[in-house]
């Protein structure tokens, strides 16, 4: 909506750009202040840019049809992995074709939730892991993918929103770690 856009376009300074808000102060923020600088607000852009990918190319696709990465095959919806991940473990929640969450039907809403509830569970009772948040992005790819990401116990400064920028900086984890999780998640699934 324009408006909105106008009204960030209102509250920037005199050098142009917003303010860091007050997350900047949080000590879960994984950036120091010092130097800190917000990017400059960009152009309206309506009708938005199609940014859906075909089926062939398509990440979680490959994914809902390779042994390895595949945790869980329900009705309409499954669960699967990436091949790889810097945090303990991370699971998405995903349509078996591709279709995004628009398309889903009041009982795929059901599948949805029961499977973010179990999944949840099962990566939450693995061990060394101290929460597990769940996200929506999916990023206009048409594919609908709910990720649930686990944080490491004891590690407090990665808690919260802003997990997924520490996440980028953090070394790969190694490959048979995530394999014997992704056993155990499995299994508990199959439950
Ligand atoms: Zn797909």
Redesign the pocket.
């Known amino acids: 909506m324009r408006e909105f856009l106008e009204r960030a376009q209102a509250a920037v300074g005199d050098d142009g750009r917003l303010v860091p808000g007050s997350m900047a102060s949080w000590d879960v923020f994984p950036f120091e202040t010092a130097g800190l600088r917000v990017r400059s607000l960009e152009e309206y852009a309506v009708p938005e840019p199609d940014r859906t990918?075909t089926?062939e190319s398509?990440g979680?696709?490959r994914a809902l049809v390779t042994d390895d990465l595949l945790l869980h095959t329900g009705e309409r919806l499954g669960v699967v992995r990436p091949s790889g991940c810097n945090l303990v473990f991370v699971a998405n929640v995903v349509s078996r074709s591709?279709e995004s969450l628009d398309d889903l039907d009041d009982e795929g809403h059901a599948e949805m939730g029961r499977l973010i509830g179990r999944t949840y569970r099962a990566m939450k009772s693995l061990e060394g892991v101290g929460n597990v948040h769940v996200n929506k992005w999916e990023n206009g790819?048409?594919?609908l993918s709910v990720t649930l990401l686990a944080r490491p116990e004891g590690v407090l400064q990665l808690r919260g929103s802003n997990l997924t920028v520490w996440a980028d900086m953090l070394p790969a984890t190694p490959r048979e770690e995530l394999d014997a999780r992704a056993e155990l998640v499995r299994a508990a699934l199959a439950r």
Do not use: E, L
């Open positions: 990918r089926p398509c979680t696709c591709h790819g048409g594919h």
